[in-house]
């Protein structure tokens, strides 16, 4: 079992900036993928950014340039560093690791550990 603790998230005006933290435990493969994915109302849950424990990243394309994301592999640790943030990055935001084989821009499916998810809301 995998637990993940987030935080950091919160209420910020466009243009603003925000950090979110997520830690795991327990049992924890030396390769792993941990992202961060969030979930805007009404649609499907999607992929922000990921790294793998050899700090290869993919963002996707409406948060690059904006946000970085970044790992503490001793602290089996992530953050997300939210800069010029917009109305349209309002969502719950997820972070979540796996195992095995990457899933190349998109999210991990049943396999993957899950934090429970931190409110990010952009006021305009």
């Known amino acids: 079992q995998v637990q993940l603790v987030e935080s950091g998230g919160g209420l910020v005006q466009a243009g603003g900036s925000l950090r979110l933290s997520c830690a795991a435990s327990?049992?924890?493969?030396?390769?792993?993928?941990m992202g961060w994915y969030r979930q805007r109302p009404g649609n499907q849950r999607e992929l922000v950014a990921d790294?793998?424990?050899?700090?290869?990243?993919t963002y996707a394309d409406s948060v690059k340039g904006r946000f970085s994301i970044s790992r503490d592999n001793p602290k089996n640790a992530i953050y997300l560093q939210m800069d010029s943030l917009k109305p349209e990055d309002t969502a719950v935001y997820f972070c979540?690791?796996?195992?095995?084989?990457?899933?190349?821009?998109?999210?991990?499916?049943?396999?993957?550990?899950w934090g429970q998810g931190t409110q990010v809301t952009v006021s305009s």
């Open positions: 327990g049992r924890i493969f030396s390769f792993n993928i």
């Open positions: 979540a690791i796996y195992f095995g084989s990457r899933v190349a821009g998109g999210v991990p499916g049943d396999d993957a550990y």
């Open positions: 790294i793998d424990n050899n700090k290869f990243t």
